[in-house]
């Protein structure tokens, strides 16, 4: 990984947008000179989607509703029928559906299923060829990133890294951020289609620095996670109203909007799911396991996995993150017997 390229200022490039959503331009054949003046944005091709979860399912339905020509897979077939229903076409491989299509998406749960789905058998690399594309938005580890882009790139099609940085709801708005690397040529011709699904895109380099981003990104969410959650059992503790703790909190410097959005739900003990605690222990593991890799003590993060890992052993892993508040609960009722 080219350290020194986190030095260096990222091109950041913002979506252009009309009101508060992007017009796109999505075709299959020769783009329409008609589109630049109806305001939209070209993007010449058919598109796969593969993984329609919690974050896959809203990106795909929104590049759907911006006329694009979507082709999709899901391990569980019954999670396409909402976006059959809007249009998109369903294959029964992650193979097929790259052959079809001239750029693949690929939004998994973690590093093995990026990588079965990319590599394994009826993978999208049998699909792939020169001149195809494969952007894999799910949150993995450099490695496993950099392995996929080898073999994809070895058929002849270009990779790029992008990873999102953004849970349920800027899924749903079209408001992620778009953490990518790789091949510099695709992350332009997929420029418009990022713009649909996010509000930002930042290029970074070489393959390894859009996974590296977006693990310091999660690994410092997670961690201040823990933080608030401690906060908010201490104040209550000590006779506040952690509902006050959290309006304090959202007047000053340290007011960050995952707090005014989790606060109130975690006070009642309610933890809707926009991202899985499991995806957040997921990912300090890799940031753990990246640190370890460059000999980078980061001991508060490894202290906030052990609080997530107690967290799923409570059976909370498909809770919200948010849910890591019970763990802090469990040790101060253990602590009394």
Known sequence: MAAASFLLSPRVTLPLRRGS??????SATSPSSSSDAAGGVGFQGRVGFLGLGIMG?????????????????NRTKSKCDPLLSLGAKFESSPARVASSCDVTFAMLADPESAFEVACGANGAVEGMAAGKGY???STVDDATSK??????????ASFLEAPVSGSKKPAEDGLLIFLTAGDE?????????????GKSRFYLGDVGNGAAMKLVVNMVMGSMMVSFAEGLLLSEKV???????VEVISQGAINAPMFSLKGPSMVKAAYPTAFPLKHQQKDLRLA????ESVSQPIPTAAAANELYKVAKSLGLADQDFSAVIEALKAKVQSSRH
């Open 135 to 137: 952007v894999d938005v």
């Open 239 to 245: 006779g506040l109203d952690p509902n006050t703790v």
């Open 21 to 26: 959503r992007l017009l796109v331009s999505c």
């Open 288 to 291: 753990l396991a990246l640190a």
């Open 147 to 156: 392995l996929i882009g080898k073999r994809i790139t070895s058929t002849g």
């Open 57 to 73: 399912a809203p990106m795909a339905s929104n590049l759907i509703k911006a006329g694009c020509d979507i082709t999709v897979w």
């Open 185 to 197: 040529s695709l992350y332009k011709r997929v420029a418009p289609l990022l713009d649909v699904m």
